[in-house]
């Protein structure tokens, strides 16, 4: 009686497809004519993302409790949407009135400034990837 020979199974290596994707070319994106309604942006967002209307609705209401979350006073005053941009608060203190100052626009003439409470500024500023959008 004959052994038989023992075949083995190699396995292939699976080839990376992921970077394949990753380098594949980005979409080519039109350049919008005239501002978007609100409307207009969710059913943008609507159509493009499979996500119904009402879905896409949902998500801006959640972003905008998150940020409010983040910017209300007490809180840590600053918020950062990943890759577009930073939302932050800057608080700016009370000034006391002045009485006569140099008018800006009128050389020769002295004027009263009034006094300002303290108040709480927002300010948004662009992130790198936002502002390479726009080149």
Known sequence: MAKAKAKTKTKAKAKPK?????????????????????????MEIADHTGLSRKQVQSVFNELSDVVERHVKKGSCGSFTLPGLLKIKTVKKPARKAQKNVPNPFRPGEFMDVAAKPATVKVKALPLKKLKDMAV
Do not use: D, F, I, N
């Open 18 to 42: 992921a970077k394949a994707a990753a380098k594949a070319a980005p979409k080519k994106l039109t350049a919008v004519k005239e501002p978007m309604t609100k409307s207009a942006v969710l």
